[in-house]
């Protein structure tokens, strides 16, 4: 059963800060896992990414405020998110890419992240 699963979302003002975990099966967590976000009207687009040997890359618009990390012996990753702006709000996903397919794993619920004042 493949299964992803974010928490930690939640409601900050503008400069505060949030930590995303995201709990995935094992199948998943063999590759490359990415966060992603979705705001209203807009596309889903990824965030950061981390591969299993902890290679990291992030989204221009978050480099310097948000800091992704794993955990290879709990299949877990993480997204701390420092100095939070209005414009990061949306639903945050974690996933990973089917190698050679293009595609994606199933989607999770998300993380809801508002940042208002």
């Known amino acids: 059963q493949v299964e992803l699963v974010e928490s930690g979302g939640g409601s900050v003002q503008p400069g505060g800060s949030l930590r995303l975990s995201c709990a995935a099966s094992?199948?998943?967590?063999?590759?490359?896992m990415g966060w992603y976000r979705q705001a209203p009207g807009k596309e889903r687009e990824l965030v950061a990414s981390?591969?299993?040997?902890?290679?990291?890359n992030y989204a221009d618009s978050v480099k310097g405020r948000f800091t992704i990390s794993r955990d290879n012996t709990k299949n877990t990753m993480y997204l701390q998110m420092n100095s939070l702006r209005p414009e990061d709000t949306a639903v945050y996903y974690c996933?990973?890419?089917?190698?050679?397919?293009?595609?994606?794993?199933?989607w999770g619920q998300g993380t809801q992240v508002t940042v208002s004042s």
């Open positions: 996933n990973s890419p089917i190698l050679g397919t293009g595609t994606f794993y199933s």
């Open positions: 981390i591969t299993r040997g902890y290679i990291t």
């Open positions: 094992g199948s998943i967590f063999r590759n490359v």
